[in-house]
């Protein structure tokens, strides 16, 4: 019952395309969630269908990016990416951006920020310097450093 009420205040916070002035923000609403055809991928069938379809698109527009699921010892300063970010790995994730540089131009995918476990590091996360761009898509969370970009906190509706 209360999720239910969760997303109904966050539909009504939510901007579509033309709610958004950032950029950054209107390309990922107008042209990579608009897209028809998507790459296939494959991903685990515990991503919820909203993410997974997304994370295609993303991938379709941004071939260059190297899909990957975070591992606390990896370098994410070398190359941009699209990085998924698990639950479980949320802890090790907070630490390492910290203290590591990332690429400015990867993107961060948090599966599930809503969740009750999840929330506070997801209110850390988005609360951080360290990345200018942050996104509640209620379904996942999106981060990037973006550091041309004031830093700003977006809910976008996606579909």
């Known amino acids: 019952m209360f999720r239910c009420f969760e997303y109904t205040a966050f ?6 395309r033309h709610g958004t002035h950032s950029p950054f923000a209107y390309w990922l609403v107008a042209v990579v969630a608009r897209q028809k055809v998507a790459q296939k991928i494959s ?3 515990h991503i919820p269908k909203k993410t997974r379809t997304f994370i295609a698109q ?6 260059q990016d190297q899909l990957r699921y975070f591992k606390p010892n990896e370098d994410l300063a070398s190359s941009p990416c699209i990085c998924i970010i698990s639950p479980e790995q949320l802890p090790n994730f907070e630490e390492v951006f910290q203290h590591q540089f990332i690429h400015p131009e990867s993107i961060f995918i948090l599966l599930e920020p809503h969740a009750k476990a999840n929330q506070q590091y997801w209110q850390n996360i988005y609360a951080a310097q ?5 996104a509640d898509c209620y379904f996942f969370g999106l981060l990037s450093p973006r550091p041309g970009q004031a830093k700003e ?3 976008l509706k996606l579909s």
């Open 11 to 16: 539909l009504w916070k939510a901007k579509g």
């Open 43 to 45: 991903l685990p069938l």
């Open 58 to 63: 993303l991938c379709t527009e941004l071939p």
């Open 130 to 134: 360290t990345f200018h761009f942050t």
């Open 153 to 155: 906190h977006f809910y």
